[in-house]
DNA sequence: CGCTATATTTCGGGC
DNA sequence: GCCCGAAGTATAGCG
């Protein structure tokens, strides 16, 4: 990994066109030959970048830019696709380069497969009577999250999102029509469930009669610690 | 901005869990506290961060911790949320800090709000007689991209997308159903225009009789400079 | 490899 | 400020 720190412009062409005036920014040459132009702000997006697979060429500036202050141009060129990255080097405040070796990578633990469980063991939150059919009940377009059944027998599927939105929505409208097709589950209720609720997924939703669920994440954890489970 | 590279692992808890074990880093502290973790590959999104606005505290290792081989522990806590990030650092291999100033900021053009602008001033590539009624109408589910009449006074909904993908025809197939509920508007036909776009679109939008226009962005340019408009 | 769904998404625009 | 859609989205999981 290489680290400079110089006052620079840069243009990028590609999906679009864009620019960057002079300024002073961290410059990342990552060991895949991606590059990262980073501002002393933000967030952790650069304001540009290249992605790998793709090839930097350190060149020399023509007369014009030299005279302009330029020190040095880089040229960055995706190898798939059209993408460049054109960076003038002026004034180099720090240049120094990394051995970084091999990352394992972050490890995480899952938010929605957790909801899910908590909803299954606690699934008198569909209402009283609500039985429980199955977890990741198999359709020919994905695995529904929960399939349960009510008091009268009815069949209930219901979509787990941490956020809902009209995708989601989408998606459980997708399930529903698969699933009403089976005559040993037909007719079959959809609920929406997410710890929160989009206005407009709402509004479509209850458009196609589907029922909008919010849960309560920290509460249906302390009603049943299912960790465990989980893990 | 302060870049430090050295071998450290990390802790996140916040929206998730999440931990890095140990590895060689760069770790880079912005000007307004936020936090940087990359490896040296991937892309431009860090292995974990901490965005502002946050504080990083520099603290000492416990007994055990320095047994270990920590030198350094940070802690970077989000100042309106639980977020945390916790970094261990064993061996610091560099440490170095920059003023970089203000950056001026990314300056783009050509997007899909560029494509309405044009296609807005230039409705007759509808067909001919076509008039705008206006761009943005909105819907109890969002706005349509364009609303236009016909020359038998039929109305148009149109959808702009930069790529036409699929999603692009599930979303203007939500606003068609919607608008066409309204007996001012009904019957409403929809147009599916897009730089380019994909045949598995295509064949959705026909089936659904909605009518595909290609728009050629450099030609739409060429005939009306709508540019001081937009920006 | 392509498609699908998620993301500690981030970012920008409209209201 | 909130809400919502787009992103040069990136990324992981599956078929």
Chains 1, 2 share one sequence.
């Not at 967030?43 to 970048?49: E, R």
């Not at 209402?127 to 059944?149: C, F, M, N, Q, W």
């Not at 009268?152 to 029509?177: C, F, H, N, P, W």
């Not at 089976?182 to 609720?197: C, K, M, S, T």
Request: with cysteine; glycine share 8%.
């Amino acid at each position: 990994m290489r680290l400079v720190v110089a006052s620079c412009a840069a243009r990028y062409t590609g999906r679009l066109s864009a620019h960057l005036p002079r300024a002073t920014r961290l410059l990342v040459v990552k060991a895949d030959g991606s590059v990262l132009l980073h501002s002393d702000g933000g967030s952790y997006k650069p304001l540009n970048w290249m992605s790998p697979p793709c090839t930097l060429v350190v060149g020399e500036p023509d007369d014009e830019s030299r005279a302009a202050g330029v020190t040095a141009v880089w040229t960055v060129q995706h190898q798939k696709s059209d993408d460049r990255l054109e960076i003038e080097l002026f004034e180099v405040l720090h240049d120094s380069a990394h051995d970084l070796g091999v990352d394992p990578g972050l490890v995480k633990d899952g938010v929605e497969a957790h909801l899910q469980a908590l909803l299954a063991a606690q699934i008198g939150l569909l209402g009283s009577g609500h039985v429980l059919v199955r977890r990741e009940y198999p359709t020919a377009i994905g695995p529904v999250d929960i399939l349960a059944k009510d008091p009268t027998g009815g069949s209930v599927a219901v979509e787990i999102k941490r956020r809902g939105d009209i995708d989601g929505v989408e998606q459980l409208t997708r399930y529903l029509e698969l699933l009403n097709r089976d005559p040993l589950l037909a007719p079959v209720r959809g609920v929406f469930a997410a710890q929160e609720i989009k206005p407009q997924a709402r509004v479509l939703a209850t458009d196609r009669g589907i029922a909008c669920l919010t849960l309560d994440y920290d509460a249906m954890r302390g009603v049943d610690d299912v960790d465990s489970r989980l893990f």
